[in-house]
Nanobody
Framework: QLQLVESGGGLVQPGGSLTLSCAVS????????IGWFRQAPGKEREGISC???????????NYADSVKGRFTISRDNAKNTVYLQMNSLKPEDTAVYSC????????????????????WGQGTQVTVSS
């Protein structure tokens, strides 16, 4: 059974940075696309980024417009971990951030659509406030 554990959340001032980690266990990360999602109080869950499974020349990545240019997703298969580097954080980035995995994407694509992911972590809180 695939298990995902997020870490790295916390309190940060506007304009600051955080790096979230999604540690995967139980299976080899290589075969899974990973998506990052967030949910703020009273709002629907938002897909913000994804990275394709390994196999192509480079990993395909995708970002929501709300985070494009500020967030970067990457994976380290040797460490079975996916990262989300978040820069220039804004108060509206405050949310619970979760990672999810699915093996059905090809190595050349992914989508941050929560309906397509079967395995989920518990989430980590990110609060952006002065």
């Amino acid at each position: 059974q695939l298990q995902l554990v997020e870490s790295g959340g916390g309190l940060v001032q506007p304009g600051g940075s955080l790096t979230l980690s999604c540690a995967v266990s139980g299976r080899t990360l290589n075969f899974y696309a990973i998506g990052w999602f967030r949910q703020a109080p009273g709002k629907e869950r938002e897909g913000i980024s994804c990275i394709s499974r390994s196999g192509g020349r480079t990993n395909y990545t995708n970002y929501a417009d709300s985070v494009k240019g500020r967030f970067t997703i990457s994976r380290d298969n040797a460490k079975n971990t996916v990262y989300l580097q978040m820069n220039s954080l804004k108060p509206e980035d405050t949310a619970v951030y979760s990672c999810a995995a699915d093996f059905r994407f090809s190595s050349s694509t992914c989508a941050a659509d929560d309906k397509t992911y079967n395995y989920w972590g518990q989430g980590t809180q990110v609060t952006v406030s002065s």
